[in-house]
């Protein structure tokens, strides 16, 4: 068993309106006192992957993230393997 | 890097400069050269390059949509025309209704949940610009083959968007089309229409005048959204650092929208700006010049003040970026006080980023040196104007020998009743459900009428009950037939929609959706569509109040069919007494109004059973259809209908079924002895609608007919649960419901 992270953010140039919500409501929720220019909000998958994550389970694993996980036209993402 | 300042471009005037990368072509280019008797600046470069681009300049389509003007009719409703954000019509009460239809089908393809979501944002920022409340949206639709793997992507996002982005404004979507066809595959057309209503005296117009007069950005900061083609111009030439390719996908924030709808309603309120312009297309460019270029003065803008979400974003990048929900505001300088606290309480970001002069021209700042000198006419209205030639392509001959009169036609009656199920199930007739399901049609409480009703309708005032109807048509195979017909038809088809929900027609908007204006063919169709949209406003009254071109819809070489989206507004006094198109009553009599001919050219029954496309569409008639109009707002006026559908694609069988299974009730026909029913049924001669008569209001009704000289022919009666036409055979509606509502939720997952 091991475990595979997609980590998908919004391309920095794209907005992110739910990044800004969470930015505004800091200083309402009593969070001020460090200044936190910008939030942005992002997804993770984490994938369970039984038997060995090899470079063709990541091949696939890298195929799913581009073309289901994460919308490439204004997301990117990071594959990563996780130590077990 | 240096900034490339006026005093720059003329100490080099040799530089070279990225114009063809921009799109601009070599003798484009040499005029702006000649405009400003020197190179320009790349800030100025990134501006003509914008505004000079087909979207914004029109330059193929302007020489023809001149007619709109030049021939349109004698109308005292209309109170601002073609020119501004969007025509503003009379309504009656003290009223004023202002609408318009835009197109967003390029930015949708790529992305279509992002593309359909801020093409909503942006015609509804469109008519709160003219001072209005948007009330409602719209949004005709067409897509590839219904059963191609792309369709899949592209429909769910764009329907999803449009939801999406509508639904958080708390606006009711209650019309438009959904249409499928291969000649869409590459190029969807996402169409976006909005209302908006106000009183006459608070109509706003985007001009900017009175030096001293400050102009303040307000709505989302700036980011780099949108920037099509300066990021060729900030890597290749000005600054080879710059890492990220800036995207040509915008983000909307509904939320963020919904706050400027309010914040400038209550801005409105207090009579605090002299002008304003939305952000949409091209951005600051477009605002700020369009902005200098109708108001009498000049203006000077200090770049830097611009609020940015994104610290590294050139010059070039921020006039040209089309970050959503900005709007642009020209306020004197005493209720600049009171504008900010209106924005903060809203929570908008609002600037002042520079002021109205008494000079001529548009100058524009970054860090203290000059980058923009230009006169703002030249960038804004003054831009190139083709000539493009056109000639009717050497295969319409061809294509309208192609008669479809001598397609097969049913042989026995069995057939014509497999072919009825097979047509009323075809994705083009099946129910929309699925799709306007995902839309809130009813929020607010005004809506009185909504898909799949032939217009839909709301209720401007609560007391009297006031109402305003909108209907879209456009059917792209008539006008590939014969685009002057074609354009007609989709007109007649809106205004006899309209007519058909007890509303009278009054004023037009269009989206033009057409290919390359460079190919011939494509521009001689887009000639023709003009001219008979004119000509067919001219004769029916209703002035063209404004709209929107898209041109260059084509995959290679192959265009689109010729796409005019026309879109009728109407008005009625009491939305009470409008029309639904849903047979309600059993006992009621069935009459078809308007003549039958044997006409099936672009017919529904054509592609469904034949895939067939050529001969020649409908004849028009708008004398007729003007009579057709007439009658149907007489008799719901006077309670003599109890129900109304007009009859376009599919002929009277579609009609018939959308009517019963809307009613829930069924129906009893006769053949008339003129026709064949196979004619009867799937024919599609335009003028036409049917209607469901109380028995106690024939004789009236008929007689009404009878005087205006409109053929009334009665055909049935409604009763029972299934259709039955006599002779030939019948159809249980729990079949017919079966069949056509299963086709599109089992085509999408």
């Given at each position: 068993m091991a475990r595979v992270v997609v980590d998908v953010m919004l391309k920095p140039e794209i907005l992110d309106p739910q990044g800004q919500a969470v930015q505004r409501a800091l200083p309402r929720l009593?969070?001020?006192?460090?200044?936190?220019a910008e939030v942005r909000q992002g997804k993770r998958f984490e994938l369970e992957v039984d038997g060995p994550v090899d470079d063709a389970a990541l091949t696939r694993i890298q195929e799913l993230a581009d073309t289901?996980?994460?919308?490439t036209v204004i997301e990117d993402f990071t594959v990563k393997v996780e130590p077990s | 890097m240096t900034l490339d300042t006026v005093k720059h471009a003329t100490e080099t005037p040799e530089s070279a400069q990225p114009w063809a990368e921009l799109g601009l072509k070599e003798d484009e280019y040499a005029r702006i050269r000649e405009i400003l008797g020197r190179r320009p600046t790349g800030a100025e470069l990134a501006m003509y390059s914008v505004m000079w681009s087909e979207h914004c300049s029109?330059?193929?389509s302007k020489v023809h949509l001149k007619q709109f003007g030049e021939k349109a009719?004698?109308?005292?409703?209309?109170?601002v025309g073609i020119g501004e954000n969007a025509g503003v019509v009379d309504v009656g009460q003290g009223y004023a209704v202002t609408f318009k239809v835009e197109s967003h089908n390029h930015p949708s393809y790529i992305e279509p949940y992002q593309g359909a979501a801020t093409g909503v944002g942006g015609i509804v920022r469109d008519i709160l610009a003219m001072g209005a409340r948007p009330v409602a949206v719209v949004d005709p639709l067409r897509f590839g083959a219904?059963?191609?793997?792309?369709t899949k992507r592209v429909l769910p996002g764009v329907v999803a968007g449009i939801g999406g982005y509508g639904n958080c404004l708390g606006l009711p979507n209650i019309g438009g089309e959904v249409v499928f066809d291969a000649?869409?595959?590459g190029n969807p057309l996402v169409n976006a229409g909005c209302i908006g209503v106000m009183k006459h005296e608070d109509i706003h117009l985007a001009k900017a005048s009175g030096a001293g007069n400050k102009v303040i950005l307000y709505g989302a900061r700036t980011g780099?959204?949108?920037?099509?083609g300066v990021s060729v111009l900030a890597s290749e030439?000005?600054?080879?650092?710059?890492?990220t390719k800036r995207p040509a996908v915008q983000v909307g924030d509904p939320f963020q929208e919904k706050l400027l709808i309010e914040c400038t309603l209550e801005i409105f309120q207090e009579k605090l700006v002299a002008g304003i312009q939305d952000l949409g297309g091209a951005g600051l460019s477009c605002a700020t010049s369009e902005l200098a270029s109708a108001g009498s003065g000049g203006m000077r803008v200090e770049l830097d003040s611009v609020p940015l979400r994104?610290?590294?974003?050139s010059p070039e990048e921020i006039l040209m970026s089309e970050s959503q929900e900005r709007m642009c505001a020209i306020v004197e300088p005493q209720h600049v006080e009171r504008f900010m606290e209106i924005c903060e309480k809203w929570d908008v970001i609002a600037t002042v980023i520079g002021e109205v002069t008494d000079g001529e021209r548009l100058e524009i700042f970054w860090h203290g040196e000059q980058i923009v000198d230009v006169p703002p006419r030249t960038v804004a209205h003054e831009g190139p104007v083709y000539q493009r030639p056109y000639a009717r392509p050497d295969w319409q001959d061809a294509l309208q020998a192609d008669?479809?009169?001598q397609l097969a036609r049913p042989a026995t009656s069995a057939e014509l009743k497999d072919q009825v199920l097979q047509l009323v199930a075809s994705p083009n007739q099946a129910s929309k459900a699925w799709i306007t399901d995902q839309?809130?049609?009813f929020v607010q409480g005004n809506t009185v009428l909504a898909q799949p009703e032939d217009a839909g309708m709301v209720r401007?005032?609560?007391?009297?009950?006031l109402g305003v109807a909108l209907a879209t048509d456009g059917n792209g195979r008539y006008a590939k037939l014969d685009p002057y017909a074609g354009a007609q038809l989709a007109l007649a088809e809106a205004y006899r929609n309209v007519a058909a929900s007890g509303a009278k027609p009054l004023a037009v908007s269009d989206c033009l959706n057409f290919g390359s204006p460079e190919d011939p063919a494509v521009m001689w169709q887009f000639a023709e569509a003009t001219r008979g949209l004119a000509d067919a406003c001219q004769t029916l009254g209703t002035p063209v109040t404004g709209g929107n071109v898209s041109l260059y819809n084509q995959t290679g070489e192959t265009a689109i069919h010729p796409t005019p989206v026309v879109a009728v507004l109407g008005v009625i006094d009491?939305?009470?007494r409008r029309t639904p198109i849903g047979f309600a009553e059993e006992g009621q009599l069935i009459y078809l109004l308007g003549d039958t001919r044997e006409e099936f050219g672009g017919s529904a029954w054509s592609q469904v059973v034949h895939e067939h496309l050529g001969g020649l569409p409908p004849q028009v008639d708008l004398e007729r259809e003007r009579l057709l109009a007439e009658i149907l707002i007489s008799a719901s006026r006077d309670g003599m209908i109890d129900a109304a559908h007009d009859l376009s694609d599919g002929g009277l069988i579609q009609a018939l079924v959308e009517s019963c299974l809307r009613g829930g009730t069924g129906a009893r026909l006769v053949v008339p002895d003129a026709l064949d029913a196979f004619t009867f049924l799937f024919s599609e001669s335009a003028g036409r609608a049917v209607v469901a008569v109380p028995r106690s209001e024939e004789v009236r009704f008929t007689d009404m007919c009878t005087v205006r000289g409109l053929p009334a022919t009665r055909i049935g009666v409604v009763d029972g649960e299934e259709i039955d036409i006599q002779g030939e055979f019948s159809i249980p509606l729990s079949e017919l419901r079966t069949a056509h509502e299963g086709t599109i939720p089992g085509l999408l997952p």
């Amino acid at each position: 068993m091991a475990r595979v992270v997609v980590d998908v953010m919004l391309k920095p140039e794209i907005l992110d309106p739910q990044g800004q919500a969470v930015q505004r409501a800091l200083p309402r929720l009593g969070f001020d006192g460090i200044a936190i220019a910008e939030v942005r909000q992002g997804k993770r998958f984490e994938l369970e992957v039984d038997g060995p994550v090899d470079d063709a389970a990541l091949t696939r694993i890298q195929e799913l993230a581009d073309t289901f996980l994460a919308n490439t036209v204004i997301e990117d993402f990071t594959v990563k393997v996780e130590p077990s | 890097m240096t900034l490339d300042t006026v005093k720059h471009a003329t100490e080099t005037p040799e530089s070279a400069q990225p114009w063809a990368e921009l799109g601009l072509k070599e003798d484009e280019y040499a005029r702006i050269r000649e405009i400003l008797g020197r190179r320009p600046t790349g800030a100025e470069l990134a501006m003509y390059s914008v505004m000079w681009s087909e979207h914004c300049s029109y330059k193929s389509s302007k020489v023809h949509l001149k007619q709109f003007g030049e021939k349109a009719p004698e109308n005292d409703a209309l109170l601002v025309g073609i020119g501004e954000n969007a025509g503003v019509v009379d309504v009656g009460q003290g009223y004023a209704v202002t609408f318009k239809v835009e197109s967003h089908n390029h930015p949708s393809y790529i992305e279509p949940y992002q593309g359909a979501a801020t093409g909503v944002g942006g015609i509804v920022r469109d008519i709160l610009a003219m001072g209005a409340r948007p009330v409602a949206v719209v949004d005709p639709l067409r897509f590839g083959a219904a059963d191609h793997p792309d369709t899949k992507r592209v429909l769910p996002g764009v329907v999803a968007g449009i939801g999406g982005y509508g639904n958080c404004l708390g606006l009711p979507n209650i019309g438009g089309e959904v249409v499928f066809d291969a000649c869409y595959q590459g190029n969807p057309l996402v169409n976006a229409g909005c209302i908006g209503v106000m009183k006459h005296e608070d109509i706003h117009l985007a001009k900017a005048s009175g030096a001293g007069n400050k102009v303040i950005l307000y709505g989302a900061r700036t980011g780099g959204d949108g920037i099509g083609g300066v990021s060729v111009l900030a890597s290749e030439t000005f600054d080879d650092s710059k890492p990220t390719k800036r995207p040509a996908v915008q983000v909307g924030d509904p939320f963020q929208e919904k706050l400027l709808i309010e914040c400038t309603l209550e801005i409105f309120q207090e009579k605090l700006v002299a002008g304003i312009q939305d952000l949409g297309g091209a951005g600051l460019s477009c605002a700020t010049s369009e902005l200098a270029s109708a108001g009498s003065g000049g203006m000077r803008v200090e770049l830097d003040s611009v609020p940015l979400r994104d610290a590294t974003l050139s010059p070039e990048e921020i006039l040209m970026s089309e970050s959503q929900e900005r709007m642009c505001a020209i306020v004197e300088p005493q209720h600049v006080e009171r504008f900010m606290e209106i924005c903060e309480k809203w929570d908008v970001i609002a600037t002042v980023i520079g002021e109205v002069t008494d000079g001529e021209r548009l100058e524009i700042f970054w860090h203290g040196e000059q980058i923009v000198d230009v006169p703002p006419r030249t960038v804004a209205h003054e831009g190139p104007v083709y000539q493009r030639p056109y000639a009717r392509p050497d295969w319409q001959d061809a294509l309208q020998a192609d008669d479809a009169g001598q397609l097969a036609r049913p042989a026995t009656s069995a057939e014509l009743k497999d072919q009825v199920l097979q047509l009323v199930a075809s994705p083009n007739q099946a129910s929309k459900a699925w799709i306007t399901d995902q839309y809130d049609r009813f929020v607010q409480g005004n809506t009185v009428l909504a898909q799949p009703e032939d217009a839909g309708m709301v209720r401007i005032d609560a007391d009297t009950n006031l109402g305003v109807a909108l209907a879209t048509d456009g059917n792209g195979r008539y006008a590939k037939l014969d685009p002057y017909a074609g354009a007609q038809l989709a007109l007649a088809e809106a205004y006899r929609n309209v007519a058909a929900s007890g509303a009278k027609p009054l004023a037009v908007s269009d989206c033009l959706n057409f290919g390359s204006p460079e190919d011939p063919a494509v521009m001689w169709q887009f000639a023709e569509a003009t001219r008979g949209l004119a000509d067919a406003c001219q004769t029916l009254g209703t002035p063209v109040t404004g709209g929107n071109v898209s041109l260059y819809n084509q995959t290679g070489e192959t265009a689109i069919h010729p796409t005019p989206v026309v879109a009728v507004l109407g008005v009625i006094d009491d939305v009470t007494r409008r029309t639904p198109i849903g047979f309600a009553e059993e006992g009621q009599l069935i009459y078809l109004l308007g003549d039958t001919r044997e006409e099936f050219g672009g017919s529904a029954w054509s592609q469904v059973v034949h895939e067939h496309l050529g001969g020649l569409p409908p004849q028009v008639d708008l004398e007729r259809e003007r009579l057709l109009a007439e009658i149907l707002i007489s008799a719901s006026r006077d309670g003599m209908i109890d129900a109304a559908h007009d009859l376009s694609d599919g002929g009277l069988i579609q009609a018939l079924v959308e009517s019963c299974l809307r009613g829930g009730t069924g129906a009893r026909l006769v053949v008339p002895d003129a026709l064949d029913a196979f004619t009867f049924l799937f024919s599609e001669s335009a003028g036409r609608a049917v209607v469901a008569v109380p028995r106690s209001e024939e004789v009236r009704f008929t007689d009404m007919c009878t005087v205006r000289g409109l053929p009334a022919t009665r055909i049935g009666v409604v009763d029972g649960e299934e259709i039955d036409i006599q002779g030939e055979f019948s159809i249980p509606l729990s079949e017919l419901r079966t069949a056509h509502e299963g086709t599109i939720p089992g085509l999408l997952p």
